[in-house]
């Protein structure tokens, strides 16, 4: 690259070449320096495999005299303290025992009598504010849990704890020779329920009738305007086959009338509000009757191309003239 002077930058002068070279040459030497003549002039000390071998003795030595004055480590589990049920890990020197041991019943004994017992101060409060609230201690191993008790305290003190038994409190027997006595259940029977009049009460002591399904067969019923027959309970909406045959033998029908729609009389919410016929089918019946005129018969729903020979049996028990 040439400037406007055409001077090329890219060539050195032999001024330039020389001064590359010393410098190139001055940091060989402080290489060739740093390599051989510096460990020459600063000796580094030898460290032969015996000298690491008591060093490693020594470092054994100083943490087995760093640990001889300590005991075991002990983890206490805290009982009846909801809001801390974390496991602490506490070390304890070795506990000494100054107490004497006696038989005692932990619900009546005062505190001098803890105090023979070699418990410590704090503990004893823990007890006597334990029992001012109202506790009780039921049984021996109850004293496990109370909090600042020791395992070892809680070993030594059980087997001599004797809980009076209140005046009045029947005594239970582990074993009598009483032969045992076999309950006879009796079958609940349930009685039949009318299709037409029973009530919610009585369709829920059916088997396998809760409160929904009864809801669910009045509030069909009602829409349809009574029952014809018991296999209509089987169309409730969501009750299974297996519960319909289980009920179908207890269902019985009076013969009570069902109530009718005059189909040459009646409005498109009247048609569309029962449940065989719905909407759909109640604006044919209506265009039906625009352009035929009133029904003559009953026979003529079967020209309409919804109604088939199973929904028209359905509908000569609820339709008239």
């Known amino acids: 690259m040439k400037t406007n002077s055409g001077r090329n930058f890219l060539v050195f002068t032999k001024k330039e070449k020389r001064g590359v070279f010393a410098v190139l040459g001055f940091i060989a030497l402080i290489f060739i320096c740093s390599e051989y003549i510096y460990p020459m002039i600063i000796a580094h000390e030898k460290v032969s495999s015996n000298d690491l071998s008591r060093f490693a003795d020594s470092l054994r030595e100083m943490k087995t005299d760093s640990t001889k004055h300590y005991t075991k480590y002990e983890r206490y589990d805290h009982y009846n303290d909801e809001k801390n049920d974390r496991r602490y890990l506490k ?135 009574g029952f014809y027959s018991p296999n209509q309970i089987a169309e409730v909406y969501g009750l299974p086959d297996s519960v319909f045959q289980k009920i179908k033998p207890l269902l019985k029908f009076s013969g009570a009338p069902v109530k009718k729609i005059n189909i040459n009389t009646a409005t498109n919410d009247e048609l569309k509000a029962h449940p065989y016929i719905r909407w759909q089918l109640a604006g044919l019946i209506l265009e039906y009757k625009k352009q035929h005129g009133i029904f003559k018969s009953l026979e003529e729903l079967k020209k309409i191309p919804m109604v088939d020979d199973d929904l028209y049996r359905k509908l000569l028990h609820y339709l008239e003239l």
């Open 91 to 225: 070390k304890e020197f070795d506990p000494v025992f100054t107490g004497t041991m006696f038989y005692f019943d932990p619900n009546t004994l005062d505190i001098a009598g803890w105090q023979r017992l070699g418990i410590k101060e704090r503990t004893i409060a823990t007890i006597q504010n334990y029992l001012s609230k109202g506790g009780k201690f039921r049984e021996p191993d109850d004293l496990r849990k109370i909090w600042g008790l020791r395992n070892d305290e809680m070993d030594r003190l059980v087997p001599y704890a004797r809980i009076a038994v209140p005046a009045g409190t029947p005594k239970t027997y582990a074993h009598t020779d009483q032969p045992f006595e076999k309950k006879v259940y009796e079958k609940k029977t349930v009685e039949p329920v009318d299709i037409n009049s029973g009530d919610s009460a009585a369709f829920v002591a059916l088997p396998g009738i809760g409160p929904g399904y009864s809801r669910r067969i009045i509030n069909f019923r009602d829409k349809l305007g």
